[in-house]
């Protein structure tokens, strides 16, 4: 069942087993890169705009 509710601790679970997941099959180079692409998403100010 879907609802219309953000739930952000839930949100940043699924984002970090995601992530570990990503980088246990990249090599060395791309797990650089991949950290760096995350580290400025997350230094990034998102507003999150509903209706």
Do not use: V, W, Y
Not at 6 to 16: A, G, I, K, L, V
Not at 24 to 47: E, H, M, R, V, Y
């Amino acid at each position: 069942m879907q609802t219309d509710t953000f739930d952000p601790q839930q949100f940043e679970e699924t984002r970090s087993q995601s992530n570990e997941q990503i980088l246990d099959i990249l090599d060395d180079q791309q797990k650089a890169i991949f950290k760096q692409i995350n580290k400025s998403q997350s230094s990034a100010n998102f507003t999150i705009i509903g209706g």
